[in-house]
Each structure stands twice: as structure tokens, then as C-alpha cells.
């Protein structure tokens, strides 16, 4: 049983499943499923579209230089069958695939390494260009920040008011508190 992989996105094409489609100078191109082959025929570079393997490697998402990939090229000389050189051949493919799922997850990592400080910097920016969508900062605070900057003491040396009141409070979007009494 050979596992052939699909032109267009590079996954694999098991056996009676896919087309097949020759050209007139006798090229075989076999596609996964009918998506491939449309996009084949419509002519697309597989570059250019994000669901195929082409394009993550291109784009730096994938590994493009590893000699743990060697292992997975075709290769078309027929070798005689022998039990001890099967066991041994399957042994090494499961280690391969150790390896290379080791050296896939360090790949990821390093190129996932600055996404949370750029998100956050990107979140900062964010709220500074639409603060004026933000609701306003109670009275209580507001006034605690005016005693602050006149006489220049610290927000921990004041105690903010305390109020002890029967009902909720409901906090407007222009900035007010409204007071709702509770039975």
C-alpha cells in the first residue's frame, strides 16, 4: 500500500481515495479531494493560499530545513524483503517521529516567544485610542485624585468615604450614580 501526497495542499492520498489526474505529457497529480483538484484546475498557486502545507512553509510556520524530513521523501528502489530489516526500518520511523514532533514543538515555541508582549502592547494601545469609550471613574475616586494633586499626598494615606446605604447602586454611563431604594 503506498501512501501518496496530495499536489495542491501536500496532505496524504491513501489508496482509492482522491483524483488522479494525468496530463497529456503522461504527469500524474493526484489530489485529496475535489478542492485540491478545483483549485488545481483553476490554476492557484498553492503558496498563496493558508490551508496548504505550501504556503506554511513559505510563510515561516513550519519547518523547512530539518534532516528528520529527508526520511519522509519517496524513494523507488525495490528492496528485497527481510523480517530483521523491517523491524528495524519500523523502529527508526517511530523514533523519527519522536524526533521530529520534539523538534516541531521548539519550533513553535520560538516563534510563538513575543506574541503575549506584542498582544499586550497592542491592548494598551488600544485602550489609549478609544478611552473616550471607556466609562467614567466614580466621584469618589475623582475626588480622592483632585485632594491627591493639590496638597500631593499618596492615594493609600486617604481613606476613601465610607456610606452605608439600604439599596443599590446602578453606575450611568455619562459618569453619575443612580440610586435605586430596596424594600
Same mark, same amino acid.
Given at each position: 500500500?503506498?501512501?501518496?501526497?496530495?499536489?495542491?495542499?501536500?496532505?496524504?492520498?491513501?489508496?482509492?481515495?482522491?483524483?488522479?489526474?494525468?496530463?497529456?505529457?503522461?504527469?500524474?497529480?493526484?489530489?485529496?479531494?475535489?478542492?485540491?483538484?478545483?483549485?488545481?484546475?483553476?490554476?492557484?498557486?498553492?503558496?498563496?493560499?493558508?490551508?496548504?502545507?505550501?504556503?506554511?512553509?513559505?510563510?515561516?510556520?513550519?519547518?523547512?530545513?530539518?534532516?528528520?524530513?529527508?526520511?519522509?521523501?519517496?524513494?523507488? &528502489?525495490? &528492496?528485497?524483503?527481510?523480517?530483521?530489516?523491517?523491524?528495524?526500518?519500523?523502529?527508526?520511523?517511530?523514533?523519527?517521529?519522536?524526533?521530529?514532533?520534539?523538534?516541531?514543538?521548539?519550533?513553535?515555541?520560538?516563534?510563538?516567544?513575543?506574541?503575549?508582549?506584542?498582544?499586550?502592547?497592542?491592548?494598551?494601545?488600544?485602550?489609549?485610542?478609544?478611552?473616550?469609550?471607556?466609562?467614567?471613574?466614580?466621584?469618589?475616586?475623582?475626588?480622592?485624585?483632585?485632594?491627591? &494633586?493639590?496638597?500631593?499626598?499618596? &492615594?493609600?494615606?486617604?481613606?476613601?468615604?465610607?456610606?452605608?446605604?439600604?439599596?443599590?447602586?446602578?453606575?450611568?454611563?455619562?459618569?453619575?450614580?443612580?440610586?435605586?431604594?430596596?424594600?
Amino acid at each position: 500500500m503506498r501512501v501518496e501526497t496530495c499536489y495542491f495542499c501536500s496532505q496524504p492520498c491513501y489508496p482509492s481515495k482522491g483524483i488522479t489526474f494525468v496530463r497529456n505529457d503522461a504527469r500524474v497529480f493526484k489530489f485529496c479531494r475535489s478542492k485540491c483538484h478545483k483549485n488545481f484546475k483553476m490554476k492557484r498557486n498553492p503558496r498563496k493560499l493558508k490551508w496548504t502545507k505550501a504556503f506554511r512553509k513559505s510563510a515561516g510556520k513550519e519547518m523547512t530545513v530539518d534532516s528528520t524530513l529527508a526520511f519522509a521523501a519517496r524513494r523507488n &528502489v525495490p &528492496v528485497r524483503y527481510n523480517r530483521d530489516h523491517v523491524a528495524v526500518t519500523l523502529q527508526a520511523m517511530q523514533r523519527v517521529a519522536e524526533i521530529r514532533q520534539r523538534r516541531e514543538r521548539v519550533f513553535y515555541k520560538k516563534r510563538m516567544a513575543g506574541n503575549k508582549e506584542r498582544e499586550r502592547a497592542a491592548n494598551r494601545k488600544l485602550v489609549a485610542e478609544n478611552a473616550h469609550l471607556l466609562p467614567k471613574v466614580r466621584e469618589e475616586v475623582k475626588r480622592v485624585e483632585d485632594v491627591e &494633586v493639590e496638597e500631593g499626598v499618596g &492615594v493609600e494615606e486617604l481613606e476613601m468615604p465610607k456610606r452605608k446605604v439600604k439599596g443599590r447602586r446602578k453606575l450611568l454611563v455619562d459618569g453619575g450614580v443612580e440610586e435605586m431604594q430596596v424594600d
